[in-house]
């Protein structure tokens, strides 16, 4: 660490502004006598108890000026690996300020953003996946979401990657093996190999198992993604389909105006809801037709640029319209060119014989079409369907039973991407004409992708980027 990473950083926990109770953290050498500084215990102490609250004041000088509980927990085992202390106190601003001024002139400084995470990282308490976890679990807008973030924290997807590195370890030091003793193999000499040097087929073998686990953590990149980030929804249709109304029976709320008045909504709409545990960012839209209202013909424009932007389009119709209705959502679908489900709305309205002839004009029109869903935004009828089908269509499986070895951030893909394309090359120059040193090259290459995934191997531009978006008392 640096000079100044070794400095005692003083931060609030918790949200800032009024509040029951609010918690300021400490950690660094001086943690401790800050903490004797500003507070005095109920009992008298030869010495603080470790990880035990103690009930309290705290003190400006000899006035007291709040009660509270403070607890230490002492270096190395704590959550940066440094002396911590953590002053619980009433939420009030003055309260608060009055600590925070109190530890700033017993020696503290000002944590910046993402201070403690990072000094856990820089002692070994976490790996950097498990860092970026934290950040993601405060900031989950869905208790999937969080779910996902607190497995990666606990390490479960680290260890997933660690089983991808220990394979990768393994067909490396069998091809430094074949480097070093190409005639023989002497147990127990060379690269870690416990035994003879694998054969073609078994090296085959061991990279078609690396290969699964990095393809399995691709695919998950895109319901990964939508957990964390969120998925644009798009709501699209003729004007009156109803697009406004099941926005609102969505939300459960009266967001966006309806009326029976063709283009009532000229502009976007947008609101964030759970579906299934993904959140999603519904947008609704003015209705698609030709109209020479300059006004409208924006509107309309404006609805398939939010299409063409969005993870998902539910193209809305009105069930009594026709076959009419189903010919022409078909044909605007394809010219949108994004993934779509039809959402047949006003079932209140219509008949099991209507609702057949409605599914087989979208078969006849749309052959390779999801199976459509049918609603009714007024009365709520089909809308539990309606969100597990989108949920399943964005996250692939319906709800990401499994979050624990699922990629979630850029960074992660990215690497991932990038060890893969490392083994891919691995694997054909070993199947192929290529010397085995290039071959350890290839395999050298994959584990530096792993390595700065982990955190293993970083800079400080690295760092700074990732803790940079984190709360400054986390």
Same mark, same amino acid.
């Given at each position: 660490?640096?000079?100044?990473?070794?400095?005692?950083?003083?931060?609030?926990? =918790?949200? $800032?502004?009024?509040?029951?109770?609010?918690?300021?953290?400490?950690?660094?050498?001086?943690?401790?006598? %800050? *903490?004797?500084?500003? /507070?005095?215990?109920?009992?008298?102490?030869?010495?603080?108890?470790?990880?035990? $609250?103690?009930?309290?004041?705290?003190?400006?000088?000899?006035?007291?000026?709040?009660?509270?509980? +403070?607890?230490?927990?002492? +270096?190395?085992?704590? %959550? =940066?690996?440094?002396?911590?202390?953590?002053?619980?106190?009433?939420?009030?601003?003055?309260?608060?300020?009055?600590?925070?001024?109190? @530890?700033?002139?017993?020696?503290?400084?000002?944590?910046?953003?993402?201070?403690?995470?990072?000094?856990?990282?820089?002692?070994?308490?976490?790996?950097?996946?498990?860092?970026?976890?934290?950040?993601?679990?405060?900031?989950?807008? =869905?208790?999937?979401? @969080?779910?996902?973030? *607190?497995?990666?924290?606990?390490?479960?997807?680290?260890?997933?990657?660690?089983?991808?590195?220990?394979? &990768?370890?393994?067909?490396?030091?069998?091809?430094?093996?074949? &480097?070093?003793?190409?005639?023989?193999?002497?147990?127990?000499?060379?690269? =870690?190999?416990?035994?003879? $040097?694998?054969?073609?087929?078994?090296?085959?073998?061991? /990279?078609?198992?690396?290969?699964?686990?990095?393809?399995?953590?691709?695919?998950?990149?895109?319901?990964?993604?939508?957990?964390?980030?969120?998925?644009?929804?798009?709501?699209?249709?003729?004007?009156?389909?109803?697009?406004?109304?099941?926005?609102?029976?969505?939300?459960?709320?009266?967001?966006?105006?309806?009326?029976?008045?063709?283009?009532?909504?000229?502009?976007?709409?947008?609101?964030?809801?759970?579906?299934?545990?993904?959140?999603?960012?519904?947008?609704?839209?003015?209705?698609?037709?030709?109209?020479?209202?300059?006004?409208?013909?924006?509107?309309?424009?404006?609805?398939?640029? +939010?299409?063409?932007?969005?993870?998902?389009? *539910?193209?809305?119709?009105?069930?009594?319209?026709?076959?009419?209705?189903?010919?022409?959502? %078909?044909?605007?679908?394809?010219?949108?060119?994004?993934?779509?489900?039809?959402? /047949?709305?006003?079932?209140?309205?219509? #008949?099991?014989? #209507?609702?057949?002839?409605?599914?087989?004009?979208?078969?006849?029109?749309? $052959?390779?079409?999801?199976?459509?869903?049918?609603?009714? @935004?007024?009365?709520?009828?089909?809308?539990?369907?309606?969100?597990?089908?989108?949920?399943?269509?964005?996250?692939?499986?319906?709800?990401?039973?499994?979050?624990?070895?699922?990629? #979630?951030?850029?960074?992660?893909?990215?690497?991932?991407?990038?060890?893969?394309?490392?083994?891919?090359?691995?694997?054909?120059?070993?199947?192929?004409?290529?010397?085995?040193?290039?071959?350890?090259?290839?395999?050298?290459?994959?584990? @530096?992708?792993?390595?700065?995934?982990?955190?293993?191997?970083?800079?400080?531009?690295?760092?700074?980027?990732?803790?940079?978006?984190?709360? &400054?008392?986390?």
């Amino acid at each position: 660490m640096s000079e100044f990473e070794r400095e005692t950083i003083v931060a609030l926990s =918790t949200a $800032p502004g009024r509040g029951a109770i609010a918690v300021v953290r400490l950690s660094g050498a001086k943690a401790l006598p %800050v *903490l004797t500084g500003i /507070f005095r215990p109920r009992k008298k102490r030869s010495a603080f108890p470790k990880g035990r $609250p103690v009930l309290g004041r705290f003190m400006d000088g000899g006035q007291a000026f709040d009660e509270g509980l +403070a607890l230490y927990h002492q +270096a190395p085992d704590s %959550v =940066t690996g440094e002396d911590v202390v953590e002053m619980h106190c009433h939420g009030g601003p003055a309260i608060v300020g009055t600590i925070l001024r109190l @530890a700033r002139e017993m020696g503290a400084r000002p944590a910046v953003e993402g201070e403690f995470t990072r000094r856990a990282f820089l002692e070994g308490k976490i790996d950097l996946v498990q860092a970026e976890a934290v950040a993601d679990l405060v900031a989950a807008q =869905t208790e999937k979401a @969080a779910r996902a973030a *607190l497995n990666h924290l606990e390490g479960r997807l680290s260890q997933a990657l660690e089983g991808v590195w220990e394979k &990768i370890v393994e067909a490396g030091a069998h091809i430094e093996a074949a &480097i070093d003793f190409p005639d023989e193999f002497e147990p127990g000499a060379g690269p =870690t190999v416990s035994g003879a $040097p694998m054969g073609s087929a078994e090296l085959a073998g061991l /990279f078609a198992e690396i290969e699964e686990a990095l393809e399995r953590l691709i695919e998950s990149y895109r319901s990964g993604r939508i957990l964390r980030e969120g998925a644009r929804v798009a709501i699209l249709g003729r004007p009156n389909a109803g697009k406004s109304t099941l926005l609102n029976a969505l939300l459960g709320a009266d967001r966006a105006i309806t009326s029976e008045i063709p283009g009532t909504t000229r502009d976007t709409v947008e609101e964030v809801c759970d579906f299934g545990g993904a959140p999603v960012r519904l947008i609704d839209t003015a209705g698609l037709r030709d109209t020479g209202d300059p006004v409208e013909l924006e509107g309309t424009e404006r609805a398939r640029k +939010a299409a063409g932007e969005a993870d998902l389009s *539910l193209m809305v119709l009105d069930i009594t319209a026709g076959d009419s209705e189903v010919a022409w959502a %078909v044909r605007e679908a394809r010219a949108l060119d994004c993934e779509n489900l039809f959402v /047949f709305n006003k079932m209140d309205k219509a #008949t099991l014989q #209507t609702q057949e002839r409605a599914r087989a004009a979208l078969r006849e029109s749309a $052959p390779d079409a999801q199976e459509a869903v049918f609603i009714s @935004a007024l009365t709520g009828e089909g809308l539990p369907k309606l969100r597990g089908e989108v949920a399943r269509v964005l996250m692939d499986e319906g709800g990401l039973s499994g979050t624990e070895s699922v990629l #979630t951030r850029e960074r992660h893909h990215g690497q991932i991407a990038k060890c893969l394309e490392a083994v891919r090359s691995a694997r054909a120059g070993a199947e192929g004409d290529i010397s085995p040193e290039l071959v350890a090259v290839h395999l050298n290459e994959a584990q @530096a992708a792993l390595a700065e995934l982990l955190g293993r191997d970083y800079g400080k531009a690295l760092l700074d980027k990732i803790f940079s978006t984190f709360c &400054i008392g986390k």
